[in-house]
């Protein structure tokens, strides 16, 4: 599975932003998708996770201001984020997983095997 994430850029505090994200290769067994994040110097950070059945989690510093949904027929995966904040600065990595089926989100980088090749986000106050 090959993951293309698109929608990153400069934003000032409190605007909104749209990452998108395609996968493309042996998409038929994808289960669980999602996003993390990395600011510098920091460790990889759980943002959001989707279910193939469309149940969702959060990470705490995002919930109530960010939204991810995903089409299963385009194999496509979205992150709005609203509300921005300087602390969002990151670079933010689409990821999932093709090996096997479940319904539950895992927020641990090791539930998800395919990565994509991360998208910078910057928050300026």
């Known amino acids: 599975v090959q993951l293309q994430a698109s929608g990153g850029g400069l934003v000032q505090a409190g605007d909104s932003l749209r990452l998108s994200c395609v996968a493309s290769?042996?998409?038929?067994?994808?289960?669980?998708m999602g996003w993390f994040r990395q600011a510098p110097g920091k460790e990889r950070e759980f943002v959001a996770g989707i279910s193939v059945t469309g149940m969702t989690k959060y990470g705490d510093s995002v919930k109530g201001r960010f939204t991810i949904s995903r089409n299963n027929a385009k194999y496509a995966l979205t992150l709005q984020m609203n509300n921005l904040k300087p602390e969002d600065t990151a670079v933010y990595y689409c990821?999932?997983?093709?090996?096997?089926?479940?319904?539950?989100?895992?927020?641990?980088?090791?539930?998800?095997?395919?990565w994509g090749q991360g998208t910078q986000v910057t928050v300026s106050s």
């Open positions: 990821v999932a997983e093709p090996r096997y089926y479940s319904d539950l989100v895992p927020d641990l980088p090791g539930s998800y095997e395919a």
């Open positions: 290769g042996r998409t038929y067994g994808i289960s669980h």
